[in-house]
């Protein structure tokens, strides 16, 4: 995918999250308890950076680990809900290719279901660069994206979107797709962009980014969440 194009996608990304900021806040009031060990990592009085932070809804829980939190989201709306919720909480607005920080200054990084919005190659290997570039030296990132392979919904829309790329009528990559936000009518308000991760390819992705690998896995699917692929890794350079 041209850098043009899924420089565009990723404005579509933003412009989708304002525009359905207010039902996604109201969705996501708690962070979910089965990734509550992600948490663990965290030492009292280290600086932690919520990149994609949404609503903000991991501050609480950060706080209570004893550590300073900062959280940053490209969408301006998702902003003024976490400032709404977390009137105490720092949250900027930043956007995760261009974070407005120097290097090596957040002990740790979290990084939930976010990079499976970064359309391209090459973007999500600026995205990483940018997270290791802020991270100190022994610090660690830990980040989570959606398991979608066990989604029928997410495969019967991959299978559609591949059969266009056979035809040349469609400029995704071969495991992206687009994934529908419907309002309690079925209206479509919004259609994210989404790269379907297979846990090797974000494997690989971390590794070739020069960090070490310290634990991967899956968090099962609860409810109606989907699954989610974790990765623990730490700079140490």
């Known amino acids: 995918m041209k850098i043009k194009h899924a420089s565009k996608i990723l404005e579509g990304v933003k412009e989708d999250y304002n525009r359905i900021a207010g039902h996604f806040s109201k969705t996501r ?6 990734a509550k060990f992600l948490l663990d990592y965290i030492k009292e009085g ?32 998702l902003i003024k809900e976490a400032k709404f919720i977390h009137t105490e909480a720092d949250f900027r607005i930043a956007n995760a290719l261009q974070l407005p920080f120097v290097d090596e200054f957040f002990d740790k990084i979290y990084c939930f279901a976010v990079l499976h919005h970064i359309p391209s190659q090459q973007l999500r290997k600026e995205f990483m660069e940018e997270a290791q570039r802020v991270l ?20 019967k829309v991959l299978f ?5 790329k056979l035809f040349f009528a469609s400029s995704l990559g071969w495991n992206d797709i687009f994934y529908l936000w419907k309002d309690a009518g079925g209206e ?3 259609k994210r962009y989404v790269h379907m991760f297979k846990q090797r390819e974000i494997v690989r992705l971390v590794r070739k980014s020069g960090l070490e690998i310290l634990d991967f896995g899956r ?9 989610n692929i974790y990765l623990v890794a730490k700079k140490s350079r």
């Open 219 to 227: 968090i099962k699917k609860t409810g109606n969440d989907n699954g």
């Open 46 to 77: 280290d600086l932690v950076l919520d990149l994609g932070c949404g609503n903000g809804r991991a501050f609480r829980e950060i706080k209570e680990k004893g550590a300073e939190y900062v959280g940053v989201d490209f969408s301006e709306e």
């Open 136 to 155: 100190k030296s022994g610090g660690i990132l830990i980040l989570t994206v959606w398991d979608l392979w066990s989604n029928p919904r997410a495969k």
């Open 188 to 190: 479509i308000l919004a």
């Open 160 to 164: 559609r979107n591949r059969l266009k």
């Open 29 to 34: 009031a708690y962070f979910w308890p089965d």
